[in-house]
Nanobody, 119 residues
Framework: VQLQASGGGLVQAGGSLRLSCAAS????????MGWYRQAPGKQRELVATITTGGNTGYTDSVKGRFTISRDNAKNSVYLQMNSLKPEDTAVYYC??????????????WGQGTQVTVSS
């Protein structure tokens, strides 16, 4: 399973960006997909997750500003980021949590996409 993320870039504070991530390969079942981020000198943190059924979860710092969505037919997940703040600057990673055809858990990560918010 491979994940390809895109959509990062440089934006001014208050601006918006939309991240996309597409999964490819043999997938039996997707449990959830999500976005994480890692700022310089900090640990990777969870930003948002979404299940196949559409249940979502967000870290407190992005609630009301970020929206996660997915396209099950395309095995893709998106992150709409509005009202961006300089503290949102980080490398954003998409993650897929899945079950293989052998009924084993399998997590996969995208390559990361840089988001930089200038003040």
């Amino acid at each position: 399973v491979q994940l390809q993320a895109s959509g990062g870039g440089l934006v001014q504070a208050g601006g918006s960006l939309r991240l996309s991530c597409a999964a490819s390969g043999s997938i039996f079942k997707i449990n959830y997909m999500g976005w994480y981020r890692q700022a310089p000198g900090k640990q990777r943190e969870l930003v948002a997750t979404i299940t196949t059924g559409g249940n979502t979860g967000y870290t407190d710092s992005v609630k009301g500003r970020f929206t996660i969505s997915r396209d099950n037919a395309k095995n893709s997940v998106y992150l709409q980021m509005n009202s961006l703040k300089p503290e949102d600057t980080a490398v954003y990673y998409c993650k897929l949590s899945s079950t293989t055809w052998e009924l084993k858990p399998l997590d996969a990560w995208g390559q990361g996409t840089q988001v930089t918010v200038s003040s």
